[in-house]
């Protein structure tokens, strides 16, 4: 069975510094997957989408990779704002049941 | 763009009511889903559907009902609410298939008293 975990749970960082959240997988039989960041009392927003024909994607500030033999993927922020401040989520895709597989996320904390 | 939009955004109910909650996207995605976030159970999936007339249950279906009648539309019906039951609930569409990216409308609050 499919497992997704977020470490750290929480990170709490000074404003300007980059960082790195890692999510890992057990099973590497995945379609894709896919980085979010949740506000408080909001949705989900995407933020990165990754085949798993891929090693990374970027958008601005972001950079997701992914190793899928290793079951790894890591979300890189750079030069953090205190507007990065939010639970990140990772979710993988996979074949077995059309299900995403949810990380439990990582509390982010960009102190001014 | 509209993208997925949810309604109502938030809901109090008794015991025993039922109520619908509406998820509608303008993306013309195939795949849509409800889910439900708790504190500590992180995203649950309720039920979800591959296209229209096309449903099927996810990890926690029980007390729920969904149809999909068409592409747009994928209401979410609890037939007799339960205080188990309050949740924030979120709709999320994405094209058919294996590799598209999942959009999500901005949740729905119910309260269950």
């Known amino acids: 069975k499919q497992e997704v975990t977020q470490i750290p749970a929480a990170l709490s960082v000074p404003e300007g510094e980059n960082l790195v959240l890692n999510c890992s997988f057990t099973d590497s039989a995945i379609y894709n997957l896919q980085w979010f960041r949740q506000d408080p009392g909001k949705g989900l927003t995407s933020l990165l989408l990754i085949q798993s024909s891929q090693r990374e994607q970027t958008s601005g500030r972001l950079n997701a990779s992914l190793d899928k033999s290793s079951g790894r993927s890591t979300l890189y922020i750079a030069a953090s704002q205190p507007g990065d401040s939010a639970t990140y989520l990772c979710a993988v895709f996979e074949d077995s049941n059309y299900q995403l597989i949810w990380g439990a996320g990582t509390k982010l904390i960009i102190k001014p | 763009n509209a993208g997925v939009t949810q309604t109502p955004k938030f809901q109090v109910l008794k015991t025993g009511q039922s109520m619908t909650l509406q998820c509608a996207q303008d993306m013309n995605h195939e795949y849509m889903s409800w889910y439900r976030q708790d504190p500590g159970m992180g995203l649950r999936l309720i039920h979800y559907s591959v296209g229209a007339g096309i449903t099927d249950q996810g990890e926690v279906p029980n007390g729920y009902n969904v149809s999909r009648s068409t592409t747009e539309d994928f209401p979410l019906r609890l037939l007799s609410a339960a205080p188990s039951q309050t949740s924030v609930y979120f709709c999320?569409?994405?094209?058919?298939?294996?590799?598209?990216?999942?959009?999500f409308g901005e949740g729905s609050r119910l309260t269950v008293l």
């Open positions: 999320a569409s994405k094209t058919g298939g294996r590799t598209g990216e999942l959009f």
